[in-house]
């Protein structure tokens, strides 16, 4: 049988790269009649080197900063082609949406994929993005968190924890690296009022692509977030990357969640293990193991999303 993955070998992504090892299982899981749209950023250039493509699908690069956009033009196309559910958010076109199909449903409809990094969502894709969620398009945008700017060096993003040190938060004698917490992008991507928010995690693949399944099978905007270690940029080895990434979630650093039409209706439980184990394995957080202190208040990060999503395994349960 020919082998044909949707997402090749053969790229220039990092041994170890998270991304590349989400991205393969977002795609496989949408399926082959998708097209994807992907911002500036590692992913864009490992999985697209000229004049190569490790994308079996329809793929198109956008700016830096509008993935949403973009995206959400391909999706406006598709339903003059009546490929695409007319999305109930946006005003018709002319010709409108269902004339052009004809007056019926769309058939053999088409997903539409739009992706990016920390940086490329939360802070310069932002805007586009959440006009994306406001407008209804019938979209998946998943961003793949690896918590910096790793393709311009390891620069801090909204999305970077509280005390990592990135090439532009250096810790030293008076810094602990990063000193903002991480922006709530779920809870900002749901305060939209869309169908469906979720995080995932690399550690936990067949999570990503039941959640990538379901978000398909719902219509409107949909915003998953996937937490995907970088051992360039957290500096651990290439050998550890899901094992760190499952860290985040045991210790309660990276709740996975699902909201579906505001409420939080699942959680993925855990029994949780303490953060110093997350930290530990990463570089980039050595110059914390020698902090009771700063440890405390990274416990205390942890302790509050357990709390806050109730994420403890209750006693006896297994
Ligand atoms: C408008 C604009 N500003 C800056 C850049 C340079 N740039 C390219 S990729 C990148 C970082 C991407 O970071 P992120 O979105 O987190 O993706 P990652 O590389 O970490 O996967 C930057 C700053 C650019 N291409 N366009
Ligand atoms: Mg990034």
């Not at 968190?145 to 311009?152: L, V």
């Not at 953060?275 to 416990?299: S, T």
Request: a positive charge; proline letters at 8%; glycine letters at 10%.
């Amino acid at each position: 049988m020919e082998y044909n993955p949707l997402f090749k070998p053969g790229h220039t992504a990092c041994v170890g790269c998270g991304q590349a090892v989400a991205a393969r299982l977002v795609i496989e899981a949408a399926g082959s009649n998708t097209i994807v749209v992907n911002n500036t950023g590692c992913l864009e250039v490992f999985s697209t080197k000229y004049p190569e493509t490790a994308w079996g699908v329809p793929w198109i690069h956008s700016l830096f900063e509008n993935a949403a956009a973009v995206a959400s033009g391909v999706e406006a196309a598709l339903i003059y082609l009546g490929k695409s559910p007319p999305n109930g958010g946006m005003p018709p076109i002319t010709p409108t949406a269902d004339s052009a199909n004809g007056g019926k449903a769309a058939k053999d409809t088409i997903n539409v994929i739009a992706q990016g990094g920390d940086g490329g969502t939360a802070d310069i894709g932002l805007q586009a993005l959440s006009g994306m969620l406001e407008r209804g398009h019938n979209i998946l945008y998943c961003c793949y968190d690896n918590e910096a700017y790793e393709n311009t060096g390891v620069q801090r993003s909204g999305l970077t924890p509280y005390a990592t040190n990135t090439t532009t938060t250096p810790p030293g004698t008076k810094s602990i690296g990063n000193i903002r917490p991480k922006k709530p992008m779920p809870e900002i991507a749901n305060a939209h009022g869309i169908a469906y928010v979720a995080t995932a995690s690399a550690g936990f693949p067949q999570d990503i692509q039941r959640k990538v399944k379901k978000a398909m099978s719902i219509k409107g905007p949909k915003y998953l977030q996937i937490h995907v270690p970088c051992p360039l940029g957290w500096r651990h080895g290439p050998e550890l990357t899901l094992e760190v990434a499952k860290l985040a979630v045991e210790t309660g650093l990276y709740p996975l969640i699902e909201y579906e039409n505001g409420k939080l209706t699942a959680v993925r439980k855990i029994q949780p293990k303490p953060v110093e184990e997350y930290l530990k394995v990463q570089g980039r957080f050595k110059h914390l193991l020698n902090n009771p202190e700063e440890i405390k208040k990274i416990q205390a990060i942890a302790d509050a999303n357990i709390e806050k999503y109730n994420l403890k395994v209750k006693p006896g349960a297994t």
